[in-house]
């Protein structure tokens, strides 16, 4: 049965536009692709509102997609994510300690870090290792979710059929699927942007340097709606437009009203490179790293035409749309826009 081997594991990714799987199978060295599909939560787009989403809308993509991998649920081997603003991760210094001295402690140390109310807190931590710069104290990743989330995502799960397993970070998935097949470069950083329908998901690592995540509340779902608003259309007809014209769909300008000049407006996807801008100079400021090797784009609007070298001409680096695919035995044919696969990819990579 596909998805029951225990070298098997499904990466699933519950989004606000899309579903998406991947199931892997581990080997020796290396991965093979068994089967990829992404469901969207609305069988038409003009349907679609973030702002009304249910889990009868998440729970018939996930069963969509168990009908297309003939898989039984409750045999197979699940690794889901988490993400937006009731999950945060960060990563913080502490002494040396025992893992059980540290389960003790960080609790109370993550509620100095972490932007979440600590009555409704789930916290969990990785040991990364000694701090290069003082090797007296450890680099702790903390990660936290709220209860209530998590409890929506195991009902979920649950009710689909699945036996729930291991549920990571969506930030940390993003930089599995990168670093899972290529090396961490030896001096900078990588940043990695995951473009979803609602937010964007900015993740900074390298080899010795701090990880720092942040969510941006404007994604894919928001670039639609001004277009459909500018344009006086419907949400359907502007998000066609976006995927046939791509970045320069936002790019009209407005005559005065002399008619002599043109002034381009400021547009969301403006708004988001601005805030990219202000994450990387933040991130500096906190860490001292100002080598910035790539940018690895991912997510549902990953693929917009133009928006890599958009990006790539503001922040002035290198944009590189991932394909985690690429590196991969497959089995089959990857399902379209494997950019928006990443977080599935990255989950499936994980293994106990």
Do not use: C, W
């Given at each position: 049965m596909i998805g029951s081997r225990s070298n098997h594991i499904l990466g699933l990714d519950i989004g606000t536009f899309t579903v998406k799987g991947v199931l892997l199978e581990h080997l020796k060295q290396g991965y093979r692709v068994i089967k990829t599909g992404q469901v969207p939560l609305y069988e038409r787009v003009e349907s679609y509102d973030p702002t009304k989403l249910s889990s009868i809308d998440s729970l018939g993509a996930i069963k969509k997609l168990i009908t297309k991998f003939n898989i039984k649920p409750q045999k197979t081997n699940l690794v889901t994510g988490l993400g937006g603003a009731a999950t945060s991760l960060k990563e913080i210094k502490s002494i040396q300690m025992t893992n059980e001295e540290l389960s003790t402690s960080l609790t109370f140390e993550a509620r100095k870090h972490l932007p979440i109310d600590e009555s409704d807190t789930i916290i969990d931590f990785q040991v990364l290792g000694e701090d290069p710069q003082n090797p007296e104290q450890l680099?702790?990743?903390?990660?936290?979710?709220?209860?209530?989330?998590?409890?929506?995502?195991?009902?979920?799960?649950?009710?689909?059929?699945?036996?729930?397993?291991a549920v990571n970070l969506?930030?940390?998935?993003?930089?599995?699927?990168?670093?899972?097949?290529?090396?961490?470069?030896?001096?900078?950083?990588?940043?990695?942007?995951?473009?979803?329908?609602?937010?964007?998901?900015?993740?900074?690592?390298?080899?010795?340097?701090?990880?720092?995540?942040?969510?941006?509340?404007?994604?894919?779902?928001?670039?639609?709606?001004?277009?459909?608003?500018?344009?006086?259309?419907?949400?359907?007809?502007?998000?066609?437009?976006?995927?046939?014209?791509?970045?320069?769909?936002?790019?009209?300008?407005?005559?005065d009203e002399g008619g002599a000049l043109a002034i381009q407006e400021k547009t969301k996807i403006d708004e988001l490179v601005d805030e990219i801008s202000r994450t990387l100079r933040y991130y500096i400021k906190e860490t001292g790293q100002n080598q910035f090797n790539l940018v690895v784009l991912s997510g549902g609007s990953a693929n917009l035409i133009g928006f890599d070298e958009y990006l790539s001409e503001k922040i002035s680096l290198p944009v590189e749309v991932y394909n985690p695919f690429r590196a991969l035995e497959t089995a089959e044919q990857i399902d379209s826009n494997p950019a928006n696969m990443v977080v599935s990819v990255g989950l499936a990579m994980r293994s106990e």
């Open positions: 680099r702790i990743l903390l990660a936290a979710s709220t209860k209530k989330l998590y409890s929506f995502h195991e009902d979920l799960l649950t009710e689909a059929g699945f036996k729930v397993g969506e930030p940390l998935a993003m930089v599995n699927a990168y670093f899972g097949l290529e090396d961490y470069p030896e001096e900078g950083v990588i940043i990695f942007l995951n473009v979803g329908a609602r937010h964007t998901t900015v993740v900074v690592d390298g080899r010795q340097d701090r990880i720092f995540s942040r969510d941006i509340p404007i994604g894919g779902h928001h670039f639609t709606n001004e277009l459909a608003k500018r344009r006086d259309i419907n949400y359907s007809a502007a998000e066609a437009i976006k995927i046939e014209e791509g970045i320069a769909a936002f790019q009209s300008t407005s005559p």
